[in-house]
């Protein structure tokens, strides 16, 4: 039995264990990057970087961190949170729900079969359901306080890649049938033309893995970002964000992730992905080579080897984190 005593972090070997996480899966080419948002294809798929942000603001990472790398899916917590404090747990259950689809994220056969016709607020429909729910005179002002709660989520101001948008904007009309297709149904809460541009939009933003595990340690630490010490969201929500994160943040392999790491994490077909560790911080990874769910490889790999060195899991009542 391992003695564990509420001893101050070890942050030197956290650095190693992240060096290390770095040089295990370096080399490791498995999977393509996404390619049908065709300036992602051109994304240099060598690109790989780690961070970890704690709760208190500390920074550790491996890698090419500096690369700036569109947000795409990740983006969807972030939306989520915004329009939970704006309508309320209860709305978010009732319009959107918190059902996962096991069915990829673009799904249309998912509409036809979920309750709520979304399923979930992670997943594309339910993504563009909940920035439609958003409050704002206009797209532009929408885009605005997105923009600016991001930001303030990562504790930097963010910018739009503007090449990923206007590269996704000529291609997603699969985006924009999904949100037809829910108009149709009564679940559409804008028009659905703007909605799927400030979708696009969102997906767009840039960011480093710093900045992604800084959003992510925000919602470790109550709502309260690590850098500027600003409560950008509220704690009473994190608890449901989270739970989503666990049960739908990884497409339809969200079950086998929450499986191998115990932790509520969310990935984006840019390549980041970001796991949150409640209380203590965020770990995010980049690199663009996705699996067949559209989940990075290397991510997901160096978060669950990190996670694991470190013994941290949700379930394990063990589980302090570093020793
Ligand atoms: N899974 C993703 O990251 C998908 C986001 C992308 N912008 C899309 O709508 O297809």
Not at 131 to 139: C, D, F, V
Not at 199 to 209: D, E, L, N, P, W
Not at 269 to 275: K, P
Request: aromatic residues 8%; charged residues 15%; negative net charge.
């Amino acid at each position: 039995q391992v003695e564990k005593s509420p001893v101050a972090p070890d942050y030197n070997k956290l650095q190693q264990i992240i060096d290390e996480a770095y040089k295990l899966f370096e080399n490791d080419s498995a999977g393509a990057p996404a390619d049908y948002i065709p300036e992602l294809a051109r994304v240099e798929p060598d690109l790989f970087g780690i961070s970890v942000v704690t709760v208190d603001g500390r920074v550790f990472s491996a890698g090419h961190v500096e690369h700036c790398f569109s947000i795409q899916s990740i983006s969807k917590v972030f939306t989520l949170a915004m329009v939970m404090e704006q309508l309320g747990q209860q709305a978010i259950l009732e319009k959107l729900g918190a059902e996962p689809t096991g069915l990829p994220f673009n799904s249309v056969t998912a509409i036809e079969q979920q309750a709520t016709r979304v399923g979930n607020p992670l997943v594309n429909a339910g993504a563009i359901a909940t920035t439609s729910l958003l409050e704002g005179k206009s797209a532009a002002a929408k885009w605005k306080n997105i923009l600016a709660f991001y930001s303030a989520c990562a504790g930097e101001e963010l910018e739009l890649l503007k090449d990923i948008y206007e590269s996704e904007a000529a291609t997603n009309a699969r985006n924009q049938a999904i949100a037809r297709l829910l108009d149709a149904y009564g679940v559409m809460y804008d028009d659905p033309e703007k909605a799927v541009d400030v979708y696009t939009r969102q997906c767009s933003v840039g960011i480093t893995t710093k900045q992604l595990a800084a959003m992510g340690a925000t919602l470790a630490a109550g709502g309260i970002n690590p850098f500027t010490g600003v409560e950008v969201m509220n704690a009473e929500n994190i608890p449901q964000i989270l739970s989503i994160m666990l049960s739908c943040g990884m497409y339809d392999y969200s079950g086998t992730w929450s499986y191998l790491t115990g932790l509520p994490a969310k990935s984006g077909v840019g390549g980041g992905i970001v796991a949150v560790v409640p209380g203590k911080g965020a770990i995010a990874a980049f690199s663009p080579r996705l699996d067949g769910a559209g989940n990075s490889i290397r991510a997901q790999k160096a978060i669950a080897y990190i996670s694991q060195q470190l013994n941290i899991n949700i379930f394990d009542p063990q589980s302090v984190g570093v020793e």
